[in-house]
């Protein structure tokens, strides 16, 4: 375990500064909000108000002060508790890295494209080749996939790049092998013999056990001993080579990390939401990111992605536990990132973010649903975490960034209940009578006061704390002479106003579902786990946006027209909640338009360094991606790939290669079998159900044996197969 953390004084003398600097003005700012609501409101209406507001300033100002010290500490250019730095110089082909250890990179997957997995790899190994140490690094494809198509496409995918690596000559130096073994070869010899990488491996589970946490663990306990640092990726996932390399330099250099997070930046957006999304990623990212880092320090969060991790005290310090309960609390925990990286902690060390690093990207669903489906599964993880606040041993840093995540959803519902109540004092200033005349002697009656100026202060400091830090991006930008990068500054300064009015129009609808999936998560409704959808050639269609979208249109409907007919002064207020419910659909609809976000691109609106000036790695994954590759040129003679898998004798027998295991069946499970092969070879493959050609799948000598009563059939039959 490494000694007492340096930077431990620093980052607990920061984090004061940082509640004294939300708690004063959010006290302040409280005190004018309920001396400023009007005189008729119910006193108990006036102080939930006033309750809501206060924890709402205080959580936007996190926020605020995130980004000021994050511009200041940029524009600084000096930061001693950097990770990364300093470093050596990288030179491409002149890798930097020592010997002695191997770094494994590994791509959980989860019913993902195949072939869009093995671009990014192949993208990644390409880059490490070119810089001479690809044999520094293995790969790992470790596949949770249940859908048997795409299961049996993901081993075709697999097995063709390792014949077609094995085909190549002559091998170029620093060159890896594309390999399927069931274990990792050349890694189990003396200690001081120095293991060979550069290979690819794959692996599908039969079993989900805990999701990717559960996947991420099944490799360690099979071959974690063998890699001294593990890079985790999601599916999309890309990292440039001299990104790998500086965080492994990084590591080396300081022991005491145990989790180094990159901060990764979109790619390869195309509808015009995702564009907005990635620009804003690209623009406001950096000073955000390192706010972060000035705040936390070692205290940072893993993001359960494009970040190393040393795998010897993970394994032994970070297994998950099972929370108590069968409710949407308990059970298997769903954000483990979070749990981890507060797990690292307690084992000693530390947890940065490399806020400085390029070259880490990552892509962001392309559909406002997409996004609402994926924000479904993360609320639940996050909203799992109330049990773990008061956990023994966490350090007060990691329970406060537990309580940062539930805010992370959790506020929506605020917000929704502080402009519930602000309707309901609005309404009661029309409906309910004023008093002039309070109870008891009085000389005089009691007028009601207004304070315009307090209202407009508070308006225009709630206003600076969500604004502000896009002015600062915008300035850093100007003062670094960056502005080009996003296509100068008067277009640049046009996508940041276009993004701040698509954002605010969008808030509504986020907020609105957030809300219901918060209350759907206390109530107890668990979520399933769907795979992400990461395709940027599918527009969402009028039907699917009327049917996820009509009730936050209704509402919107409702709640404007009421409040306009009753307080046309409060709906001045109220028009951008309301306009954005309205216009919910619309908005889906068009925000998911490739063509629009083809016309942002085509003007200069939206644009981020990784188009203006894409890294060799983004350049070879775009190539990849867009080359044409059809079933004919690929030699496939049918496009179904569980009927490939059976029918064809090169891939049946990469599938009996891999799934090489022999165990012994109970009766009921043979019989179960038997009966899939009955149907399959009298019906055809389109008969069997995904669960049947999952349980075929699992059993070698039940598809050998469908192999060849295949190959057999009479000619009316094999037409079911399409027997070549």
Known sequence: MPRKAPWKRSGNLRRLLLLILIIVPTVFAAQIMFSILPFRGEPVLSVVMTALFAVLFGWISVGFWSSLSGFILLLAGSDRYNPTLPLPPLEKGRGLLPEGFLTAILFPVYNENPQKVMEGIKAIRGALRDNGVARRFDFFVLSDTTNPDVWALEEEVFIRELQKESAEAPRREGDGDAAVPSEPPGLSGEASSFPEGGHIYYRHRQFNLKRKSGNVADFLRRWGGDYKYMVVCDADSLLSAECLQRLVLAMERREDIGILQTPPKAMFSETPLARV????????????????????????????????????????????????????????????????????????????????????????????????????????????????????????????????????YGSALLWFFFLLASTVEAVAQIVVPPTYFPEGPSLFPDWPKYFPAWALALLSSAGALLFFPKILALIYRALRHETQEFGGFLKLSLSVLLEVIISTFLAPTRMLFHSYFVVTTLIGLKVGWNPQNRDNDKGLSWGSAIRFHWFGSLLGLVWGLAIYLISPGFFVWLSPVAVGLVLSIPLAVYSSRLSLGALSRKLGLFLTPAETRPTPELLALAAGLNRETTLESLNIPFSEPFTRLVVLPQVLAAHLYIFRRRRKKFPAIQKRLDDVLAKALQKGPASLSPKEKKLALNDPETLLKLHQEVWRLPPERSKLWRVP
Not at 306 to 313: D, G, L, Q, S, Y
């Open 277 to 408: 999304q990635q620009f804003a990623n690209h623009f406001y990212g950096p000073i955000f990111a390192a706010g972060l880092h000035f705040w936390q320090l070692g205290d940072a969060q893993f993001w359960g992605h494009n970040a190393i991790v040393r795998v010897k005290p993970f394994m032994e310090s970070c297994q998950l536990p099972r929370l108590p309960g069968h409710s949407a609390f308990g059970g298997e925990i769903l954000s483990h990132d979070f749990v981890e990286s507060a797990l690292m902690r307690r084992a000693g060390f530390g947890v940065w973010l490399a806020y400085d690093l390029e070259g880490s990207y990552e892509m962001t669903p392309p559909t406002l649903i997409d996004e609402l489906v994926r924000d479904r599964r993360w609320c639940q993880g996050n909203l799992q975490h109330f049990k773990l606040i008061f956990s023994r041993g966490f350090f007060p840093t990691h329970r406060a960034l537990f309580i940062n995540g539930i805010m992370s």
